[in-house]
C-alpha cells in the first residue's frame, strides 16, 4: 500500500441549520485517483474547502501531504494544487500571464516543471496571448489545471471540473487526470456526473453530506444487489409508466434509451413481465438483462 | 521578495487592461473638481454691491471705480448708513457693502489708515469668502498702487474690517477649495484598493489565493504599491487642477507638497484595503467608501464647519479624520507657504495612520474564507 | 404540413468578426421535445437568446409562435416560457408569490391565477409548502416548481436552458418525467443539455458546432448515420470531425 496522502476522519461542517457534512471519513493514497461523486448540495464543495484549508471543521480531524489545514495551513498550502469548482483564474489576463503570475506565486517557474505540465501546456499554447476569459469552457479548465500544478503539488483538488464543460472537453480532461496519476500525485476530483465515476480509482459516493458508499467503481456495480432488467419500446413514455404501475416493480427510470428496471426482492420474474407489456400492445418491445452503472447504485442507495 | 513583485506585475497588468476603471480614476476627479471650479467661479461675476460712503471725497470715489473696474462686482445703489445694509441684503438687491470711515480721504493723505468695513451677505459662505478676498484685495492693490506713486517707504497699513452677516464664524470656509480637494482624493483612493480586493473575492480568485502559501502581507503590499503610484498622479493632477482652475497658490515647497500628498494618498489606499476586509462584496466595499468615507470625511474634516464649533465627541470623531490633518498641512503649504516645522504633528499623525491601518489590514486579513 | 412552431432560416449573429451563429436553419413541431446540443461556446445561448427575443439577429429569419422575431419580440417572450438553471425563481419569496408573481406578469386574471395556483401546488404535492420560502425547499423540488412556473400561463413553448445541471440522478429523472407530461399534452419543450443520456429522451436532437448546426434528426437516426452505440459517441464523432 503506498503513502495515504489525504485522510480525513469524522468530518462534520455544519452551516446554521444545515448539516452540509456528516461524519465524513475517506483516505487517498499516493498516486491514486479519487472521486466524490455526488449532486450539488451533497457537500464536495465543503469537503474541498476543509482539505484546502479555507475553512474549519466543527469536528474530525483532516490530513493532507501529512499535515493538518487547521494548525498547518502554510504547509498544507504549499504541497496542494486546488482548483475550485468556478472558474478562478484572472479572466482579463492572458493565458501566459496567468501561468506566469502562479508560477511566481509558488516561487517556480513554467520551466522548471514544465516536464509535469507539458501535455496539457501544449494543448493551450497556442491560445497562449488570449485572455482567458475569451477562451472556451474546456480551454479554461486546462488553463486552470495548468496553473494548479505548476509547482509540482503532491495533493491536486479538483471541485467539479468537468461541471457545464462539453463531453469531447471532459473526455480529454479526464484523460490528462490518468496520466497524473502515474507521476505519483494524489488527485481528489468531485463530479455530478455519474458517468465519470468509471474512470477513478476508487470513489466516494456522495448524498446530503454523506458518504453512502467508499469503494473502487467496479466493485460497487458488482455489489449492486438486484438484477437490473433493460426495456424499451417505441413509445417510452408510455412504457416507463406501465412499468412502475407493474405490481412487482422497485423501480423504473430512463437511462438514455433503455428504461432500467427492477423487480422486488423475490418477484424477479423477466417473463411475466413480458406478457404484461405485451397485453398492453406496445411496438418493438425488447427485454434484456444489463450491468448496472454507478448512477443504479446511487439511485438505489440514495431511496 | 519576488512573489511580492510578480503580485505587483499582475496588478498593473489588470489596471492597463480595465480601461474603465483608469477612466474613472482619473476622470472623475478632473470632472468634479472642474464642476466645483466653474461653480464657483460663476458665483463671483457680477456681484451686486452697495456703497456707504461717509466721507465722499476723491480717494473715496477712486475706490469705488477700481472696485466696479474689474466685472467682478456691480453697482447696486448708495446706502446712508450702514445698518441699512441688512435691509438691503434681505431684498436680495446686494451681496455686499463697503462702508467708508468719515474721514477716510484726509486720513489717507495724512499717512494714517484709512478705516473700510466691508459688510458681507455670509448666507452662503463660500461665495462670502471668495468676495471677502476679492474686496481686500482690491483695497490693497489700491493703496499700494498710491503708495508707490507717491514713493512711501513705509507701505501704509490698512486692516479692513469685515463683518459677515448671517455666518459670521466663517474662520473655515477659506478651505473648501483645498477640501474639496483632499476629499475627492481620499475617496477615489481608498475606492480603487478596496475595489480591487472586493472584487478578487467576487470573481473567486481570491479562493485560489488563499489556497496558495500567498501571505497576507504580500497581497496587501502588493495592492498597495501599484495604486501608490496611481493615486500620486492623480493627486498631482487634482492639484494642478486646483492650481489652474481655482488660483490656489503654492507659496511653499512643492518638494514637500508632492512628500507629503504621498503620505496621504498611502492613508486613503491603506483605508481602502482596510475597509475591504469587512466587506464580501464590491457593492458592499462602494457602500462603505461613499458613507464612511465621503460624508465624514466631508462633515467632520473641517472644510465645511468649523471643528471649533463642534460638540466634544464630534471633534474627538474628527482627529480620526485624515483629511482633516491633510487639509491643515495642504493650507499651510499652498496658502501660508510655511515649512515642516509648522505642520509635523500633523506629519506625524498621517504616518502613524498609514502605518496603523496597514497593520490592521493584514491582522484583520482573513487567511480563511468568510463563512 | 407539420405545425411548426420554431422555424429559423439562415439565422445569424455576429459579434464583429466571431459568427456566434452562423446561418442556421431548422423546424421545431408543435408538441416535439427538441434537444439542442453543443459544446460551450458553440453558440447556443446566443441562438437561444434570439429565439426567444432577447438579441437582435444580425441576418436571417426565425418565427417562433408563429411571430418573428425581428418585429414582434414582445408578442413572442408573452406565448413562451422560460427557466434557466441559473435564474427561475425569488428564492426571497414564497412559494405562492412566486406564483402569483410570475403569473401577474403575464397579466393573467387574479381568479385564473388562483385557480391554477391550486391545481399546480395540487400537482407538485406542495399544499402545505405553499407559504415557505423558496430558498428553504430542496433542489430538486425547486426545480419542479421552476419549470411549473414556467409553463404557468400556458406557453406554446418552454425553453429549458440546462435544467437539469449538478442535480441527483433520481431528481432529475423525476424533472424527465414532468417534461414528457407536458409535452404529451402538446407542449413544444426545447431544452439544451449536458448530461447526453438526456439527449436520447428527445423526439429529435440539434448539434451545434461552433455555430453551425451540424446534425439535426431523431437520436436513433443520429446514432445510425454516424454508427455509434450511444449519442455520446455521435457527439465525439462530430466534434472531432
Same mark, same amino acid.
Given at each position: 500500500?503506498?503513502?495515504?496522502?489525504?485522510?480525513?476522519?469524522?468530518?462534520?461542517?455544519?452551516?446554521?441549520?444545515?448539516?452540509?457534512?456528516?461524519?465524513?471519513?475517506?483516505?487517498?493514497?499516493?498516486?491514486?485517483?479519487?472521486? *466524490?461523486?455526488?449532486?450539488?448540495?451533497?457537500?464536495?464543495?465543503?469537503?474541498?474547502?476543509?482539505?484546502?484549508?479555507?475553512?474549519?471543521?466543527?469536528?474530525?480531524?483532516?490530513?493532507?501531504?501529512?499535515?493538518?489545514?487547521?494548525?498547518?495551513?502554510?504547509?498544507?498550502?504549499?504541497?496542494?494544487?486546488?482548483?475550485?469548482?468556478?472558474?478562478?483564474?484572472?479572466?482579463?489576463?492572458?493565458?501566459?500571464?496567468?501561468?506566469?503570475?502562479?508560477?511566481?506565486?509558488?516561487?517556480?517557474?513554467?520551466?522548471?516543471?514544465?516536464?509535469?505540465?507539458?501535455?496539457?501546456?501544449?494543448?493551450?499554447?497556442?491560445?497562449?496571448?488570449?485572455?482567458?476569459?475569451? *477562451?472556451?469552457?474546456?480551454?479554461?479548465?486546462?488553463?486552470?489545471?495548468?496553473?494548479?500544478?505548476?509547482?509540482?503539488?503532491?495533493?491536486?483538488?479538483?471541485?467539479?471540473?468537468?461541471?457545464?464543460?462539453?463531453?469531447?472537453?471532459?473526455?480529454?480532461?479526464?484523460?490528462?487526470?490518468?496520466? *497524473?496519476?502515474?507521476?505519483?500525485?494524489?488527485?481528489?476530483?468531485?463530479?455530478?456526473?455519474?458517468?465519470?465515476?468509471?474512470?477513478?480509482?476508487?470513489?466516494?459516493?456522495?448524498?446530503?453530506?454523506?458518504?453512502?458508499?467508499?469503494? !473502487?467503481?467496479?466493485?460497487?456495480?458488482?455489489?449492486?444487489?438486484?438484477?437490473?432488467?433493460?426495456?424499451? !419500446?417505441?413509445?417510452?413514455?408510455?412504457?416507463?409508466?406501465? *412499468?412502475?404501475? /407493474?405490481?412487482?416493480?422497485?423501480?423504473? /427510470?430512463?437511462?438514455?434509451?433503455?428504461?432500467?428496471?427492477?423487480?422486488?426482492?423475490?418477484?424477479?420474474?423477466?417473463?411475466?413481465?413480458?406478457?404484461?407489456?405485451?397485453?398492453?400492445?406496445?411496438?418493438?418491445?425488447?427485454?434484456?438483462?444489463?450491468?448496472?452503472?454507478?448512477?443504479?447504485?446511487?439511485?438505489?442507495?440514495?431511496? | 521578495?519576488?512573489?511580492?513583485?510578480?503580485?505587483?506585475?499582475?496588478?498593473?497588468?489588470?489596471?492597463?487592461?480595465?480601461?474603465?476603471?483608469?477612466?474613472?480614476?482619473?476622470?472623475?476627479?478632473?470632472?468634479?473638481?472642474?464642476?466645483?471650479?466653474?461653480?464657483?467661479?460663476?458665483?463671483?461675476?457680477?456681484?451686486?454691491?452697495?456703497?456707504?460712503?461717509?466721507?465722499?471725497?476723491?480717494?473715496?470715489?477712486?475706490?469705488?471705480?477700481?472696485?466696479?473696474?474689474?466685472?467682478?462686482?456691480?453697482?447696486?445703489?448708495?446706502?446712508?448708513?450702514?445698518?441699512?445694509?441688512?435691509?438691503?441684503?434681505?431684498?436680495?438687491?446686494?451681496?455686499?457693502?463697503?462702508?467708508?470711515?468719515?474721514?477716510?480721504?484726509?486720513?489717507?493723505?495724512?499717512?494714517?489708515?484709512?478705516?473700510?468695513?466691508?459688510?458681507?451677505?455670509?448666507?452662503?459662505?463660500?461665495?462670502?469668502?471668495?468676495?471677502?478676498?476679492?474686496?481686500?484685495?482690491?483695497?490693497?492693490?489700491?493703496?499700494?498702487?498710491?503708495?508707490? $506713486?507717491?514713493?512711501?517707504?513705509?507701505?501704509?497699513?490698512?486692516?479692513?474690517?469685515?463683518?459677515?452677516?448671517?455666518?459670521?464664524?466663517?474662520?473655515?470656509?477659506?478651505?473648501?477649495?483645498?477640501?474639496?480637494?483632499?476629499?475627492?482624493?481620499?475617496?477615489?483612493?481608498?475606492?480603487?484598493?478596496?475595489?480591487?480586493?472586493?472584487? $478578487?473575492?467576487?470573481?473567486?480568485?481570491?479562493?485560489?489565493?488563499?489556497?496558495?502559501?500567498?501571505?497576507?502581507?504580500?497581497?496587501?503590499?502588493?495592492?498597495?504599491?501599484?495604486?501608490?503610484?496611481?493615486?500620486?498622479?492623480?493627486?498631482?493632477?487634482?492639484?494642478?487642477?486646483?492650481?489652474?482652475?481655482?488660483?490656489?497658490?503654492?507659496?511653499?515647497?512643492?518638494?514637500?507638497?508632492?512628500?507629503?500628498?504621498?503620505?496621504?494618498?498611502?492613508?486613503?489606499?491603506?483605508?481602502?484595503?482596510?475597509?475591504?476586509?469587512?466587506?464580501?462584496?464590491?457593492?458592499?466595499?462602494?457602500?462603505?467608501?461613499?458613507?464612511?468615507?465621503?460624508?465624514?470625511?466631508?462633515?467632520?474634516?473641517?472644510?465645511?464647519?468649523?471643528?471649533?464649533?463642534?460638540?466634544?465627541?464630534?471633534?474627538?470623531?474628527?482627529?480620526?479624520?485624515?483629511?482633516?490633518?491633510?487639509?491643515?498641512?495642504?493650507?499651510?503649504?499652498?496658502?501660508?507657504?510655511?515649512?515642516?516645522?509648522?505642520?509635523?504633528?500633523?506629519?506625524?499623525?498621517?504616518?502613524?495612520?498609514?502605518?496603523?491601518?496597514?497593520?490592521?489590514?493584514?491582522?484583520?486579513?482573513?487567511?480563511?474564507?468568510?463563512? | 404540413?407539420?405545425?411548426?412552431?420554431?422555424?429559423?432560416?439562415?439565422?445569424?449573429?455576429?459579434?464583429?468578426?466571431?459568427?456566434?451563429?452562423?446561418?442556421?436553419?431548422?423546424?421545431?413541431?408543435?408538441?416535439?421535445?427538441?434537444?439542442?446540443?453543443?459544446?460551450?461556446?458553440?453558440?447556443?445561448?446566443?441562438?437561444?437568446?434570439?429565439?426567444?427575443?432577447?438579441?437582435?439577429?444580425?441576418?436571417?429569419?426565425?418565427?417562433?409562435?408563429?411571430?418573428?422575431?425581428?418585429?414582434?419580440?414582445?408578442?413572442?417572450?408573452?406565448?413562451?416560457?422560460?427557466?434557466?438553471?441559473?435564474?427561475?425563481?425569488?428564492?426571497?419569496?414564497?412559494?405562492?408569490?412566486?406564483?402569483?408573481?410570475?403569473?401577474?406578469?403575464?397579466?393573467?386574471?387574479?381568479?385564473?391565477?388562483?385557480?391554477?395556483?391550486?391545481?399546480?401546488?395540487?400537482?407538485?404535492?406542495?399544499?402545505?409548502?405553499?407559504?415557505?420560502?423558496?430558498?428553504?425547499?430542496?433542489?430538486?423540488?425547486?426545480?419542479?416548481?421552476?419549470?411549473?412556473?414556467?409553463?404557468?400561463?400556458?406557453?406554446?413553448?418552454?425553453?429549458?436552458?440546462?435544467?437539469?445541471?449538478?442535480?441527483?440522478?433520481?431528481?432529475?429523472?423525476?424533472?424527465?418525467?414532468?417534461?414528457?407530461?407536458?409535452?404529451?399534452?402538446?407542449?413544444?419543450?426545447?431544452?439544451?443539455?449536458?448530461?447526453?443520456?438526456?439527449?436520447?429522451?428527445?423526439?429529435?436532437?440539434?448539434?451545434?458546432?461552433?455555430?453551425?448546426?451540424?446534425?439535426?434528426?431523431?437520436?436513433?437516426?443520429?446514432?445510425?448515420?454516424?454508427?455509434?452505440?450511444?449519442?455520446?459517441?455521435?457527439?465525439?464523432?462530430?466534434?472531432?470531425?
Amino acid at each position: 500500500m503506498g503513502k495515504i496522502n489525504v485522510k480525513a476522519e469524522g468530518l462534520e461542517k455544519n452551516y446554521g441549520k444545515v448539516q452540509a457534512v456528516r461524519s465524513v471519513s475517506f483516505e487517498v493514497e499516493e498516486g491514486e485517483l479519487f472521486g *466524490l461523486i455526488g449532486p450539488d448540495g451533497a457537500g464536495k464543495t465543503s469537503i474541498f474547502r476543509m482539505l484546502a484549508s479555507l475553512i474549519l471543521p466543527d469536528s474530525g480531524t483532516v490530513r493532507v501531504a501529512g499535515f493538518d489545514p487547521v494548525k498547518q495551513y502554510q504547509d498544507v498550502r504549499r504541497r496542494i494544487g486546488y482548483m475550485p469548482g468556478r472558474f478562478s483564474l484572472y479572466q482579463d489576463l492572458s493565458v501566459e500571464e496567468n501561468v506566469q503570475f502562479f508560477a511566481s506565486v509558488f516561487g517556480t517557474s513554467l520551466s522548471e516543471n514544465y516536464e509535469l505540465v507539458a501535455d496539457i501546456y501544449r494543448q493551450i499554447e497556442p491560445f497562449r496571448d488570449r485572455k482567458a476569459g475569451a *477562451l472556451s469552457g474546456g480551454m479554461k479548465q486546462k488553463l486552470a489545471l495548468c496553473c494548479a500544478l505548476i509547482h509540482k503539488p503532491e495533493v491536486l483538488l479538483l471541485d467539479e471540473p468537468t461541471t457545464g464543460v462539453d463531453p469531447v472537453s471532459r473526455k480529454e480532461f479526464w484523460q490528462m487526470l490518468k496520466r *497524473l496519476k502515474t507521476k505519483g500525485i494524489s488527485v481528489v476530483v468531485s463530479t455530478p456526473y455519474m458517468d465519470e465515476a468509471g474512470l477513478c480509482d476508487r470513489i466516494a459516493l456522495i448524498q446530503k453530506g454523506k458518504i453512502l458508499r467508499i469503494d !473502487a467503481p467496479e466493485r460497487i456495480s458488482e455489489s449492486f444487489p438486484f438484477g437490473l432488467w433493460l426495456l424499451r !419500446a417505441r413509445e417510452m413514455f408510455a412504457l416507463l409508466t406501465s *412499468l412502475r404501475k /407493474y405490481p412487482h416493480a422497485q423501480s423504473a /427510470y430512463s437511462f438514455g434509451e433503455d428504461i432500467h428496471f427492477v423487480f422486488q426482492k423475490g418477484k424477479e420474474n423477466p417473463e411475466a413481465l413480458k406478457e404484461y407489456l405485451q397485453g398492453l400492445a406496445f411496438k418493438d418491445l425488447e427485454i434484456r438483462e444489463g450491468k448496472p452503472t454507478i448512477e443504479d447504485c446511487f439511485m438505489a442507495m440514495d431511496s | 521578495m519576488k512573489r511580492l513583485l510578480a503580485f505587483i506585475q499582475k496588478e498593473v497588468w489588470h489596471i492597463l487592461r480595465d480601461f474603465r476603471t483608469l477612466v474613472v480614476v482619473f476622470g472623475l476627479p478632473v470632472i468634479q473638481v472642474l464642476i466645483f471650479g466653474f461653480a464657483i467661479r460663476n458665483e463671483v461675476e457680477n456681484v451686486p454691491v452697495v456703497f456707504c460712503d461717509k466721507s465722499g471725497d476723491a480717494v473715496t470715489q477712486a475706490v469705488i471705480s477700481k472696485v466696479l473696474a474689474g466685472g467682478n462686482f456691480v453697482y447696486a445703489g448708495n446706502i446712508s448708513r450702514e445698518e441699512a445694509a441688512v435691509e438691503v441684503f434681505r431684498r436680495g438687491e446686494a451681496k455686499a457693502a463697503v462702508v467708508f470711515g468719515s474721514d477716510f480721504g484726509k486720513r489717507y493723505h495724512g499717512g494714517e489708515s484709512p478705516q473700510v468695513q466691508f459688510l458681507i451677505d455670509a448666507s452662503d459662505p463660500n461665495t462670502a469668502t471668495t468676495i471677502r478676498n476679492y474686496l481686500t484685495g482690491i483695497l490693497k492693490g489700491f493703496l499700494k498702487q498710491k503708495q508707490e $506713486e507717491k514713493g512711501l517707504q513705509n507701505p501704509m497699513l490698512m486692516v479692513p474690517e469685515v463683518r459677515m452677516l448671517y455666518n459670521e464664524s466663517l474662520s473655515s470656509a477659506k478651505l473648501f477649495v483645498p477640501g474639496i480637494l483632499v476629499v475627492i482624493l481620499l475617496v477615489v483612493s481608498a475606492m480603487i484598493t478596496s475595489l480591487s480586493l472586493t472584487r $478578487e473575492k467576487e470573481i473567486g480568485t481570491m479562493e485560489v489565493l488563499l489556497a496558495s502559501p500567498l501571505r497576507p502581507w504580500t497581497i496587501i503590499l502588493g495592492k498597495l504599491a501599484p495604486y501608490l503610484l496611481i493615486s500620486f498622479f492623480n493627486a498631482c493632477v487634482i492639484l494642478a487642477l486646483g492650481f489652474v482652475v481655482f488660483n490656489v497658490p503654492v507659496k511653499g515647497s512643492l518638494g514637500l507638497l508632492f512628500a507629503e500628498s504621498l503620505l496621504f494618498v498611502l492613508v486613503a489606499l491603506a483605508l481602502g484595503v482596510f475597509l475591504s476586509t469587512t466587506s464580501r462584496s464590491q457593492q458592499e466595499a462602494l457602500m462603505k467608501s461613499l458613507f464612511a468615507l465621503l460624508m465624514p470625511s466631508i462633515l467632520l474634516s473641517g472644510f465645511l464647519f468649523p471643528i471649533a464649533n463642534m460638540p466634544l465627541p464630534l471633534q474627538a470623531l474628527s482627529t480620526l479624520m485624515p483629511a482633516r490633518w491633510f487639509i491643515v498641512i495642504l493650507r499651510a503649504i499652498m496658502l501660508q507657504g510655511t515649512g515642516i516645522e509648522a505642520f509635523w504633528q500633523e506629519t506625524l499623525i498621517l504616518a502613524a495612520m498609514a502605518v496603523l491601518l496597514v497593520a490592521a489590514s493584514i491582522k484583520k486579513f482573513k487567511i480563511r474564507l468568510e463563512e | 404540413m407539420a405545425d411548426y412552431v420554431i422555424q429559423a432560416e439562415s439565422l445569424s449573429k455576429h459579434f464583429g468578426k466571431f459568427k456566434a451563429v452562423d446561418s442556421i436553419s431548422f423546424e421545431v413541431k408543435a408538441g416535439e421535445i427538441f434537444g439542442f446540443l453543443g459544446a460551450n461556446g458553440a453558440g447556443k445561448t446566443t441562438a437561444m437568446r434570439m429565439l426567444t427575443g432577447l438579441s437582435y439577429p444580425t441576418s436571417g429569419q426565425a418565427k417562433v409562435a408563429g411571430f418573428d422575431v425581428r418585429k414582434h419580440p414582445e408578442d413572442i417572450r408573452r406565448n413562451i416560457g422560460y427557466m434557466s438553471q441559473k435564474f427561475s425563481l425569488y428564492e426571497d419569496l414564497t412559494v405562492r408569490e412566486n406564483i402569483r408573481f410570475f403569473g401577474g406578469i403575464y397579466r393573467m386574471s387574479d381568479a385564473a391565477i388562483e385557480r391554477k395556483c391550486r391545481e399546480l401546488l395540487r400537482g407538485l404535492q406542495l399544499e402545505s409548502e405553499a407559504g415557505q420560502l423558496v430558498g428553504s425547499l430542496p433542489l430538486g423540488w425547486k426545480q419542479k416548481l421552476a419549470f411549473s412556473v414556467a409553463v404557468f400561463h400556458d406557453p406554446k413553448i418552454v425553453f429549458l436552458d440546462e435544467p437539469t445541471g449538478g442535480v441527483d440522478p433520481v431528481t432529475r429523472r423525476l424533472f424527465w418525467d414532468m417534461i414528457y407530461q407536458k409535452a404529451s399534452g402538446g407542449l413544444t419543450v426545447f431544452v439544451t443539455t449536458h448530461y447526453m443520456d438526456e439527449a436520447e429522451y428527445c423526439d429529435r436532437v440539434s448539434i451545434m458546432v461552433d455555430g453551425r448546426i451540424e446534425a439535426l434528426d431523431s437520436p436513433k437516426a443520429l446514432k445510425k448515420k454516424y454508427s455509434s452505440q450511444t449519442m455520446d459517441e455521435v457527439f465525439l464523432k462530430l466534434a472531432r470531425q
